[in-house]
């Protein structure tokens, strides 16, 4: 939770999220890191973030601490151009905040 609050924090206002298969979650992990670019370092968010681009950045967890299976995932995004906005049904923190 503490990861989810610090991204939110620094200005991952957007976001999306489920439970998936363990079998699905690489798959889905490089499909987003393809797509998105989730797996930039901290430089290229920071860039991106300076000149209106979208970032994104994926967080996985276990629902089942003992079993690691299935797995909980949340794909937080910046505001900003980028095909994430275009391509994901994203919600608003700030709106799941205030109502």
């Known amino acids: 939770m503490r990861i989810l609050l610090e991204t939110v924090q620094h200005g991952s206002r957007h976001w999306t999220g489920g439970v998936i ?3 699905k979650a690489l798959r889905l992990a490089e499909k987003f890191a393809c797509k998105y670019g989730t797996d930039a370092r901290a ?4 860039w991106d ?5 979208a970032g994104a950045r ?3 967890y276990p629902e089942d601490d003992q ?3 299935p797995i909980r995932r949340w794909l937080l995004v ?4 980028g095909v ?3 391509e994901e049904r994203l919600r608003d923190t700030w709106g ?3 109502g």
């Not at 910046?78 to 151009?81: K, N």
Request: aromatic letters at 0%; charged letters at 20%; zero cysteines.
């Open 21 to 23: 298969p363990i079998e």
């Open 43 to 46: 430089g290229k968010r920071t």
């Open 49 to 53: 973030k300076a000149h209106g681009r």
């Open 58 to 60: 994926l967080i996985t």
């Open 67 to 69: 079993a690691l299976m």
């Open 78 to 81: 910046t505001p900003g151009r």
């Open 84 to 86: 994430v906005h275009q």
């Open 96 to 98: 799941s905040i205030s």
